[in-house]
């Protein structure tokens, strides 16, 4: 009788596929499937700042209507201080909350004349990593 047990270069598991390893390696890339023509082993997974530029996640906005109304209504408030301040670039309609809001802060520290030892240089559009500075700045 010849045995019927597979010796270790007869394994039938998949190519590339190596126990403990998690999932599989292929190409040298895991879960890649660069140029080998097999099947992802699981999702690729994006960052938080993926996913965040590209709108965040869809359906999954957790805030409630209330919340969303008190934020409106502080957005409001805020815009008319700035506007009743002299800030007019708040009326305009294509600028974003955050550049509405942020660029009358800079604005106000700026033209009170008080000396301020961080840079406030604001930009429209900015990127988010420059927004987060800017607000860490304020």
Not at 11 to 36: C, I, V, Y
Not at 39 to 66: C, F, M, N, Y
């Amino acid at each position: 009788g010849r045995s019927t047990r597979q010796g270790p270069a007869e394994d039938k598991a998949p190519r590339g596929a190596e126990s403990g390893t998690g999932g599989a390696r292929l190409g040298g890339a895991m879960f890649g499937n660069e140029g080998t023509g097999s099947r992802s082993w699981a999702p690729v997974q994006k960052s938080t700042g993926e996913i965040l530029a590209e709108g965040g996640l869809p359906g999954h906005d957790q805030t409630s209507s209330a919340e969303k109304e008190l934020q409106a209504n502080a957005l409001s408030e805020i815009v008319q201080l700035l506007l009743s301040a002299g800030y007019f670039r708040a009326r305009i309609a294509s600028l974003s909350d955050f550049d509405k809001v942020v660029g009358g802060l800079c604005w106000c520290i700026t033209s009170s004349g008080v000396g301020v030892d961080v840079d406030i240089l604001f930009t429209e559009n900015s990127t988010i990593g420059e927004r987060v500075k800017l607000s860490e700045s304020l």
